[in-house]
């Protein structure tokens, strides 16, 4: 109803700060999720995002104290989830306690197998991908190169594919263009950058278009480009989008293009329309 314009968006965060630590996991899962989807709509917006990610890792963070990093016996399947959660959401959030620890596990899990039990390994490994300097994204390409298990190398290579840092994010959009990761994985790594740059990506890939085409099927590349660019949050995309269906895509193929620049154009909206009633409402309330 908030995201809609039917009532103050800024309402969710009273009821979010209000929901007792010990309230069932999925409840606060969804709590977890709403408050990322709202932090993904301050991007780019510098101290703004800086004061939402204060109130909501002040949020989260006795949550998270309560479940711990360790799974306790006899823990109930929901718990485990909501760990999981609660570390993904923590660290989108830029919380340091967590990235932190998560750095300590992955370290640690060269000598100590229990660092990173397989519950939470590819959460651990999320974490330290999402905020790697380069020292660590070499690491874990060097870990992707040499894993003979051919899940968890695709997983390897995706994660090299999610840093937020646009640099690293560019390291990983060249490499998807070699030999190495295979085509699969080269189109997938592409859609990774996606997650957290989808300009970058979309301009990559339309830039790169006969290269990235042998990567993907050719029955799946009217939804392929369009599915890049579609967590932009800049207006332009739009026009970009519908002067490369013009010149590439059918009209009878059109319409992931379609879905892609109307989700676009929510999305700005509610960034120009309902963060003000939530950046109100951190002013009042101390966020």
Excluded: C
Aim: net charge negative; charged share 25%.
């Amino acid at each position: 109803l908030g995201m809609a314009g039917l009532q103050p968006a800024s309402d969710y965060l009273d009821l979010a700060k209000r929901v007792p630590v010990d309230a069932d996991p999925q409840i606060w899962g969804d709590v977890a999720d709403s408050l990322r989807g709202l932090d993904r709509y301050y991007d780019g917006t510098g101290e703004r995002q800086a004061r939402f990610r204060k109130f909501a890792v002040a949020t989260l963070r006795p949550v998270m104290a309560r479940v711990g990093w360790d799974a306790k016996p006899g823990e109930a399947d929901p718990v485990a989830i909501q760990r999981t959660d609660l570390i993904a959401a923590l660290s989108q959030l830029g919380d340091e306690q967590v990235i932190a620890e998560a750095r300590r596990r992955f370290a640690a899990s060269e000598t100590d197998p229990n660092a990173m039990p397989a519950a939470l390994r590819r959460t651990i490994l999320g974490v330290v991908a999402v905020h790697a300097d380069n020292a660590t994204w070499d690491k874990l390409h060097t870990m992707a190169k040499n894993e003979k298990t051919p899940l968890v190398r695709d997983q390897l290579y995706t994660m090299l594919s999610i840093s937020e840092d646009p640099a690293i994010a560019q390291k990983a959009l060249d490499l998807a263009l070699t030999d190495e990761p295979g085509e699969t994985n080269s189109a997938g790594m592409i859609a990774a950058v996606a997650g957290d740059h989808p300009d970058m990506a979309f301009d990559f890939a339309t830039t790169h278009r006969d290269e990235v085409g042998k990567r993907v099927d050719t029955t799946s590349s009217s939804r392929y480009y369009p599915g890049l660019a579609n967590g932009s949050l800049d207006p332009a995309m739009v026009g970009k989008l519908r002067a490369y269906a013009d010149k590439y895509i059918s009209a009878s193929s059109r319409r992931p293009t379609e879905t892609a620049i109307a989700t676009i154009e929510y999305r700005t909206k509610v960034k120009r329309e309902r963060l003000p009633a939530i950046d109100a409402w951190l002013e009042k309330h101390g966020g």
